[in-house]
């Protein structure tokens, strides 16, 4: 074991989630561009009904990734308190926006403050997708019958938070690519097999 491995401030908890979840909805996002989804039948014959299939697949296993970071929330007030900091304290998350306004990145890291907040909201947001992508999972219909009138009316729903998705992974990737910028260690999330 480096030096390094032993500095690695993410839990490794923290870090497999990270990864499932960040896998997971970047390919929910790029497979929703050119997947087309047919209602009736399970169909494999083209690229694109085969992306629809695998839109399915890895959004039912990002959901399972979801429910363990949920549980893992809810089992470790640490953590729940950076990502969802209800009762304060408000400090880190206004001297982030003041440093943010003059330009100045603050460290990378698990810490409270504006990206722990943007994260937490991050989750919520994409936690609204997997359910109701697990809800039209359940009710897609088998054998050639119609369409029903619950999975016509989940697919709004399913798609209403899309565009706000894409906005929080364009933020994220572009907030990261600043701190690589800086080697400021950003990368440390995606060290999986360091202790
Ligand atoms: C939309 C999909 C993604 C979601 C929902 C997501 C969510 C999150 C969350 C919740 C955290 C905080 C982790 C914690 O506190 O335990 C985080 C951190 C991080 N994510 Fe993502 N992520 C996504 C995609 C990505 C991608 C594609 C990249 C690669 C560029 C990335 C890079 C990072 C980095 C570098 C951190 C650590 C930030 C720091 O050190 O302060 N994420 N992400
Ligand atoms: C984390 C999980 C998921 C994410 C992030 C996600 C993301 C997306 C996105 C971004 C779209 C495009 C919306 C639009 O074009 O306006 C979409 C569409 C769709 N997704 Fe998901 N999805 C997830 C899980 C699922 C699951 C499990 C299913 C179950 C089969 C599913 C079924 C669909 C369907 C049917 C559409 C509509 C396609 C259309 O009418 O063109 N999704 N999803």
Redesign the pocket.
Known sequence: MSDDSRDNPWPREARWLHAGIAF??TW??FS?LW?T?DFQHADYGSITQLLFST??WI??T??LF?LWEWLWIFTTPAIRAQLFPLRGPWRPIWDDLRALLRGRLRPSGPAPGLAAIVHGLGLLL?SW??LT??A??FF?PQGGTPPGAILQAL?PL??AL?NL??AYWIGHVAFTLLHALRRDGIWNIFRLFEL
């Open positions: 997971g909805v929910q996002l929703s997947m989804p839109h399915a959004g039912l990002t959901a979801l994409v997708m997997a992508g697990t039209i999972f897609l697919i399913h798609k899309a998705v894409w």
